[in-house]
């Protein structure tokens, strides 16, 4: 094993292909993540870091947003993926200003994001200029300084504040409330292009845009459908949840285009029959489902508990609750009265049978829980699919008892704190009130840009100064060719950073690199020593994480010390909020906190509990629904699924297993059975065939929106067993596909799950223009 950066870059001539994987985890994975941790920080750092994680009075796992358990935890609190992203951040490797000097942006330009990644840890602030052809060290000061200037220059509209979801409550807070004392609201973040939807179709029927349950509904529900998501490489700590609801005598159906391992079968690597038995069994039944076939599905769902109860009455429908609690029953039964089942079946690609199983499933449960990710978010009829979600939970009074209830399932750590604590383009005016009367400014009432705007205004040239905090948005976003050319005429990009990566590259005319802390890293130059943050969960619950290694550069500042200083420069040091104070002291900034943001009151001393506290959730809690009209609401939508153009497919994009959104680990997708490279698009033997193609051929890639083409050229047909008329393919390889048009009504999310794609031999690629 070596700590030495990777010299070769990715060579897609070295895919390999094998069988997918029938189960996840297992001894494997233990090895697996011992193995990237050892390579990248040695024995003792490694060991020292993956024992305090997700420990009480640790450190949050920087990957995934899945809650820690309230009760015993175990000594190994962590999954393979987590693990992973551990040995990212505490690696020894390091970018120093040599690296820079020795690397110019041409040649950088030509890497790709794996070889980027995995060169180490930024050390010192670098600077690139214009007429620069490499990035140079520059002092904090100087750096300061230069974004204090340029974004006095220009008006507060044509500067954007882009966070992830890795941000703390703490710097979350603070790079909020920087952007509206200068007077904008243009907060994109990743939950833009993730579970933007989700909070758009909750918030209108059952008044909150977050999970209902908790990790003990989730042990103890009778039922649990996982529809649109991998928890096996996105959420692999929820196989153990789901586990637990099974040993409980529970059951799980998997609904999902691709036959995910960790949907079948888990093998626990704490559990002598996940080392050297069968595991566990996870989903009793699996819909292999069309991609966009979900808003079918859940109607079909619907008109069966409906005539379910129409046969028996008071044997499905919650009536008590319904009454009580909701409106528009009767437009929505009347919408589900009959069902086009020759339709239904052409949507999703299920049978009647298949979809009766399941019905009858969820009309024998008194407590079932929906959980769902990204298959659903991105589309165009997304909202309106999970809006059919809400009715069904609803129609069963699936809200404010154990075992029952929503679950979106977040999939970056703290990117629900960072929306709960303000980072947001639409801002309420509860909350703007509030932040204006503790802070005394004048917050501006105007939303601004989320991140599918941002993508707008920077090819409409709209953007003078561009932060980002953490991301990777040139990268992440969609309309990649364009995007990375508009991002280049910026006058100012600026990104809080740990470890190079495309954004860096595709840089403004003036750029700034700013080396911050990570998770696992010791936050101690305060004037008060030590400092703490804390991360809120999938499930609500706000907790500490504080690091424990040795930064491995004495360069690197705290990101709540980079926003205040950033304002300061900005505002002044006599500006009306004492910014110093709150980068000194992190109880400063919890203690304003408090007095802003409901549910946070005593906030410092109740982050000092034991397992932190869970935030107020009506539905939840008490039954309760804070829409405007007082209730839950159910909603009525049209059938409506995704139909290609003669000759395409649809195409929806994933993560491998060695990736954790645009941070490529490692080059080996081992559950479905893919390695050594990631050009590759997913697809059914009989659509490989029906198109005129074989197996592992080299083609070119032409999406279709609106009469306009995207191309992204030489990727790898290879045969898996998908859905007819569906494939697949890695982000953010794929992304240069998507046209930034092409978005969820209502949520205006990507539509990353939604794209019309055709294939031309790659040999033809010159002789086939685009339109």
């Known amino acids: 094993m ?43 750092r490694t060991a020292k870091a993956l024992l305090r994680l997700n420990q009480r009075d640790g450190t949050d796992c920087p990957g995934c947003a899945w809650p820690e358990s309230q009760g015993h935890r175990k000594t190994a609190e962590f999954c393979e993926n987590g693990a992973k992203a551990v040995a990212e951040e505490s690696t020894l490797r390091t970018v120093t200003p040599a690296f820079w000097a020795e690397h110019s942006i041409e040649e950088l330009a030509t890497k790709t994001e794996y070889w980027l990644g995995n060169q180490g840890r930024i050390t010192h602030p670098v600077v690139i200029r214009p007429g620069d052809t490499h990035y140079s060290q520059i002092s904090w000061n100087e750096a300061f300084e230069l974004i204090g200037e340029r974004i006095r220059a220009t008006v507060p509209d044509r500067t954007v504040f882009y966070t992830s979801g890795r941000t703390a409550n703490e710097a979350a807070f603070l790079y909020q409330l920087f952007a509206r004392s200068i007077g904008t609201n243009n907060l994109p973040d990743c939950s833009n292009m993730c579970h933007e939807s989700s909070g758009s179709a909750m918030n209108a029927t059952i008044g909150i845009g977050k999970g209902t349950v908790s990790l003990e509904d989730i042990h103890h529900a009778e039922l649990i459908l996982v529809v649109g998501q991998n928890p096996g490489t996105n959420h692999p700590r929820m196989l153990s949840a789901l586990k637990e609801c099974k040993d409980n005598g529970g059951r799980v159906v998997a609904v999902n285009p691709l036959p995910e391992a960790g949907l079948f079968n888990f093998k626990d690597p704490q559990s002598v029959s996940g080392l050297i038995g069968d595991g566990t069994a996870l989903a009793d039944e699996y819909l292999q489902i069309k991609v966009g076939g979900d808003l079918a599905l859940f109607q079909a769902l619907g008109h069966l508990l409906l005539e379910a109860e129409e046969r028996v009455p008071g044997s499905v429908v919650d009536a008590e609750f319904v009454a009580a609690n909701t409106q528009g029953l009767d437009e929505y039964r009347a919408a589900r009265t009959t069902i086009d089942w020759a339709e239904t079946e052409k949507a999703t690609g299920l049978t009647a ?21 990204l298959g659903l978010t991105q589309q165009p009829h997304s909202v309106n699919t999970l809006k059919e979600i809400i009715n069904l939970l609803l129609l069963q009074g699936n809200f404010g008892k154990p075992g029952a209830g929503a679950c979106p399932v977040r999939g970056h750590s703290n990117v629900q704190g960072d929306r709960t604590m303000g980072v947001w383009e639409k801002p309420k005016e509860s909350m703007l009130a509030a932040l204006d009367k503790e802070f005394g400014i004048e917050s501006p009432r105007k939303h601004g840009l989320d991140s599918v705007d941002t993508v707008a205004a920077f ?18 976003c969609s309309d990649t060719v364009a995007l990375e050319a508009a991002m280049q005429r910026v006058g100012l990009t600026v990104h809080v950073s740990t470890k190079p990566n495309r954004s860096h590259i595709m840089h403004g005319t003036t750029s700034l690199i700013l080396p911050t802390l990570g998770r696992t890293d010791t936050d101690d130059k305060h004037p008060g020593g030590r400092q703490v943050l804390s991360v ?7 907790r500490t994480t504080q690091g424990r290694l040795d930064p491995v550069s004495e360069h690197l500042l705290a990101e709540p010390v980079i926003v205040a200083r950033m304002a300061s420069a900005t505002l002044g040091d006599d500006h009306v909020i004492d910014w110093k104070a709150m980068a000194d002291d992190y109880d400063v900034i919890r203690d304003r906190i408090s007095r802003v943001l409901p549910g946070f009151t005593d906030f410092n001393a109740r982050l000092k509990t034991k397992n932190g506290f869970v935030l107020p959730n009506p539905p939840r809690d008490t039954r309760s629904f804070a829409t405007d009209i007082g209730r839950a609401r159910f909603t009525v939508s049209p059938l409506e699924y995704l139909t290609p153009p003669a000759g395409h497919l649809i195409l929806q994009t994933m993560r491998s297993h060695d ?14 059975g893919i390695s050594g490279g ?45 859905p007819r008329g569906c494939a697949a393919a890695y982000f953010p390889e794929a992304n240069a596909l998507m046209h930034r048009e092409l978005v969820a009504r209502e949520s205006n999310t990507p539509g990353y799950k939604a794209m019309s794609v055709r294939f031309i031999a790659h040999e033809a690629a010159n002789s086939a223009p685009l339109t």
């Open 2 to 44: 070596t700590r030495r950066a990777p010299i070769e870059d990715i060579n897609e001539d070295n895919l390999a292909v094998t069988k997918p994987k029938k189960s996840a985890a297992g001894v494997e994975a233990v090895l697996v993540a011992l193995d990237r941790g050892f390579a990248q920080a040695g024995v003792p």
């Open 353 to 373: 049978v298949e979809i009766s199983t399941v019905a009858q499933m969820m009309i024998d449960s008194t407590a079932t829980i929906i959980c769902w990710a």
């Open 459 to 476: 090819e409409n040239d709209d953007v003078d100064v561009f932060v980002s905090m953490g991301g990777n948005f040139a990268l992440a």
């Open 536 to 542: 809120e969960d999938s499930m609500s619950v706000v």
């Open 659 to 672: 990736q954790y959104n645009t941070t490529f680990y490692g080059l080996d997708d081992r559950y479905r």
């Open 678 to 722: 990631r050009r590759v698009i997913l697809i059914h033997q009989d659509d490989v065939t029906e198109l005129g193609f074989a197996d592992r051929d080299m083609v070119d890639v032409i999406s279709t929106f609106r009469g306009e083409e995207r191309r992204a050229n030489e990727f790898r047909l290879v045969v898996y067993p998908t």
